[in-house]
């Protein structure tokens, strides 16, 4: 029976040669024979046919005829599964030339004859039940995330009439999980990481993505993982996992042992699968911190490198990642900084473009409109803020943004990029000298960029402009506002995201330690820490600053109290 099957490619063998037909020569008398094999089993001829008689034979293999054989592991879509329901998968053999022409994770569509093989008992009896391959004639790979929306004349009129409406971001942005009430900056950062910026190449072969990563942390009940299974049934490739049930091999690549032939093959995971597509991590911060730092290079180089049992291979991860995570203290202190909050590596945090605080505060007005927005939803009413039904129904929202990215390829604009790079320029021209805060990196203006690009597409316009910029800029500073914003200088400080220390609670740990030198130059071996800081402040740093960077310098180790109302330094 021929059929045609369309899954996502798990698992690929070696390539090997496949004997087809067989030259041996007789032992006796030096006559060659020639035997097809048949089944992809090994056949002797039984007898010469010239002297007649059943003698040993010997293979001529520079006679003999072989084809290129390679056995792969096929998949159902993560998308096209129902709940609850566990992957059903079908191993495939490919002969000739469409061997090694695809990868773990890639979205293949093949079509061949559907045939048995019976199994086999433990002592080697075959038994009444079969297993079913796929004897393949043609693969044809899937490139682009969204070839598989199907999109009919009448859609793609409809999709154009709509692009014209000088509202449509905002039509967007209100069908991003319109039953999650109010985070209308998370909703609107989240359609930009669905549309994605433009990935280029440049002549040096040097790869600039152009998805973009976000993280959202918050307190418990604020909609996060609402949000995330939204976004993960909207897009058209997608895959959702939470943090205590993923690993690294689950989520990058692993090396699995194949019991039927015995060589080592090569499983994609779950990034590698949501290749074009987006991945959405639930409960970031419960991840094993080894298996966090597996996605360090898929988030920023977009391929996954695996070398295991002597398996070394790069596969291509080129996937958006929208993470959630909870604080490490169940709630979000505002009054420390996001690394004490979330206990998440500099290493991760520096290659999200936005990152979003949710915080549970008390405000009776706000509390009472999402109650009877809640309720109403209960009730299956509208609700006075929203209407139940989303401006863009989400079937045909997920064709308006295949569309967008099949044929919208935007390009930054003079005056856009003029924008980006004058924010840039002013907002670091305050750390100049070293002495005040970063407020910004390359990184930063680069997520600017791909942005700016996501807006521009969602319009299906193929110039970013003026106001696309302004946007990106926008958000850009809220994020960082919310996550970098330093309360004692009044500035943005990207070292408050990227490490443990703002550049003002470093400077002042360096009077500090540098005061408790010269105590020590003085003769004393145990500092108290009221004449530490009388001391710390005639040098004009306030009371409540150095007790703050005093508390940190005990958290870090760095100093440590041998008796009450007593410093001393770790290392001398």
Same mark, same amino acid.
């Given at each position: 029976?021929?059929?045609?099957?369309?899954?996502?490619?798990?698992?690929?063998?070696?390539?090997?040669?496949?004997?087809?037909?067989?030259?041996?020569?007789?032992?006796?008398?030096?006559?060659?024979?020639?035997?097809?094999?048949?089944?992809?089993?090994?056949?002797?001829?039984? !007898?010469?046919?010239?002297?007649?008689?059943?003698?040993?034979?010997?293979?001529?293999?520079?006679?003999?005829?072989?084809?290129?054989?390679?056995?792969?592991?096929?998949?159902?879509?993560?998308?096209?599964?129902?709940?609850? !329901?566990?992957?059903?998968?079908?191993?495939?053999?490919?002969?000739?030339?469409?061997?090694?022409?695809?990868?773990?994770?890639?979205?293949?569509?093949?079509?061949?004859?559907?045939?048995?093989?019976?199994?086999?008992?433990?002592?080697?009896?075959?038994?009444?039940?079969?297993?079913?391959?796929?004897?393949?004639?043609?693969?044809?790979?899937?490139?682009?995330?969204?070839?598989?929306?199907?999109?009919?004349?009448?859609?793609?009129?409809?999709?154009?009439?709509?692009?014209?409406?000088?509202?449509?971001?905002?039509?967007?942005?209100?069908?991003?999980?319109?039953?999650?009430?109010?985070?209308?900056?998370?909703?609107?950062?989240?359609?930009?990481?669905?549309?994605?910026?433009?990935?280029?190449?440049?002549?040096?072969?040097?790869?600039?993505?152009?998805?973009?990563?976000?993280?959202?942390?918050?307190?418990?009940?604020?909609?996060?993982?609402?949000?995330?299974?939204?976004?993960?049934?909207?897009?058209?490739?997608?895959?959702?996992?939470?943090?205590?049930?993923?690993?690294?091999?689950?989520?990058?690549?692993?090396?699995?042992?194949?019991?039927?032939?015995?060589?080592?093959?090569?499983?994609?995971?779950?990034?590698?699968?949501?290749?074009?597509?987006?991945?959405?991590?639930?409960?970031?911060?419960?991840?094993?911190?080894?298996?966090?730092?597996?996605?360090?290079?898929?988030?920023?180089?977009?391929?996954?490198?695996?070398?295991?049992?002597?398996?070394?291979?790069?596969?291509? #991860?080129?996937?958006?990642?929208?993470?959630?995570?909870?604080?490490?203290?169940?709630?979000?202190?505002?009054?420390?900084?996001? !690394?004490?909050?979330?206990?998440?590596?500099?290493?991760?945090?520096?290659?999200?473009?936005?990152?979003?605080?949710?915080?549970?505060?008390?405000?009776?007005?706000?509390?009472?409109?999402?109650?009877?927005?809640?309720?109403?939803?209960?009730?299956?009413?509208?609700?006075?803020?929203?209407?139940?039904?989303?401006?863009?129904?989400?079937?045909?929202?997920?064709?308006?943004?295949?569309?967008?990215?099949?044929?919208?390829?935007? !390009?930054?604009?003079?005056? @856009?990029?003029?924008?980006?790079?004058?924010?840039?320029?002013?907002?670091?021209?305050?750390?100049?000298?070293? #002495?005040?805060?970063?407020?910004?990196?390359?990184?930063?203006?680069?997520?600017?960029?791909?942005?700016?690009?996501?807006? @521009?597409?969602? @319009?299906?316009?193929?110039?970013?402009?003026?106001?696309? #910029?302004?946007?990106?800029?926008?958000?850009?500073?809220?994020?960082?506002?919310?996550?970098?914003?330093?309360?004692?200088?009044?500035?943005?400080?990207?070292?408050?995201?990227?490490?443990?220390?703002?550049?003002?609670?470093?400077?002042?740990?360096?009077?500090?330690?540098?005061?408790?030198?010269?105590?020590?130059?003085?003769?004393?071996?145990?500092?108290?820490?009221?004449?530490?800081?009388?001391?710390?402040?005639?040098?004009?740093?306030?009371?409540?600053?150095?007790?703050? @960077?005093?508390?940190?310098?005990?958290?870090?180790?760095?100093?440590?109290?041998?008796?009450?109302?007593?410093?001393?330094?770790?290392?001398?």
């Amino acid at each position: 029976m021929l059929i045609t099957i369309s899954g996502v490619m798990m698992r690929a063998s070696e390539v090997k040669p496949l004997l087809v037909d067989a030259t041996f020569k007789c032992r006796r008398c030096g006559e060659e024979l020639y035997q097809p094999q048949e089944d992809g089993r090994y056949m002797e001829p039984d !007898q010469c046919t010239v002297c007649g008689k059943k003698t040993p034979v010997r293979l001529i293999p520079e006679k003999s005829i072989f084809r290129d054989w390679q056995k792969v592991r096929i998949q159902e879509s993560p998308e096209e599964l129902p709940p609850g !329901q566990m992957p059903r998968s079908i191993d495939v053999v490919l002969e000739g030339d469409i061997v090694d022409i695809s990868r773990p994770g890639d979205l293949v569509k093949i079509t061949g004859l559907l045939l048995t093989t019976p199994d086999f008992s433990r002592r080697g009896g075959k038994l009444a039940t079969f297993n079913v391959f796929l004897q393949a004639n043609g693969v044809e790979i899937g490139d682009m995330e969204y070839e598989q929306v199907e999109l009919s004349e009448e859609d793609e009129e409809k999709i154009r009439e709509m692009a014209e409406d000088p509202y449509i971001h905002e039509r967007i942005y209100a069908s991003i999980a319109p039953s999650i009430q109010g985070h209308e900056r998370i909703k609107e950062s989240i359609a930009l990481l669905l549309f994605g910026g433009v990935a280029k190449t440049l002549p040096d072969g040097t790869r600039l993505r152009g998805r973009s990563n976000i993280l959202m942390v918050g307190d418990p009940g604020t909609g996060k993982s609402q949000i995330l299974k939204f976004v993960s049934k909207l897009a058209s490739r997608s895959i959702y996992t939470s943090g205590k049930g993923t690993s690294a091999a689950g989520l990058t690549a692993a090396v699995m042992h194949d019991t039927e032939t015995g060589s080592m093959t090569l499983e994609a995971g779950a990034l590698v699968l949501a290749d074009q597509g987006i991945a959405c991590i639930d409960e970031f911060d419960k991840m094993d911190p080894n298996d966090r730092t597996a996605i360090h290079e898929a988030m920023e180089q977009h391929t996954v490198s695996i070398a295991k049992a002597g398996i070394v291979a790069t596969l291509n #991860a080129r996937t958006s990642i929208l993470a959630a995570a909870n604080p490490t203290l169940g709630r979000y202190e505002s009054s420390l900084s996001v !690394q004490d909050n979330i206990k998440l590596p500099f290493t991760i945090l520096s290659r999200f473009d936005l990152l979003w605080i949710l915080v549970d505060t008390v405000e009776p007005k706000k509390d009472r409109e999402l109650a009877q927005f809640i309720l109403g939803m209960h009730r299956t009413q509208k609700t006075p803020q929203q209407p139940a039904t989303p401006p863009i129904p989400p079937d045909f929202l997920k064709k308006y943004i295949g569309y967008a990215n099949r044929y919208v390829i935007p !390009q930054l604009s003079s005056e @856009a990029a003029e924008e980006i790079e004058n924010y840039y320029v002013n907002l670091r021209k305050s750390a100049e000298g070293g #002495a005040a805060p970063v407020p910004i990196t390359a990184r930063q203006l680069e997520a600017l960029v791909r942005l700016s690009e996501a807006r @521009a597409r969602m @319009a299906l316009r193929s110039k970013v402009t003026k106001e696309d #910029a302004q946007a990106a800029i926008r958000l850009m500073e809220e994020s960082l506002r919310m996550v970098a914003f330093d309360h004692v200088t009044g500035k943005i400080d990207i070292d408050r995201l990227v490490s443990k220390m703002s550049t003002s609670q470093r400077k002042s740990a360096d009077v500090i330690i540098k005061v408790m030198k010269d105590m020590e130059a003085e003769g004393s071996s145990v500092i108290s820490e009221e004449e530490l800081i009388t001391r710390v402040e005639a040098l004009g740093i306030s009371r409540e600053r150095a007790e703050n @960077a005093i508390k940190k310098l005990l958290a870090d180790g760095m100093l440590f109290n041998p008796s009450h109302g007593k410093l001393k330094r770790t290392q001398s």
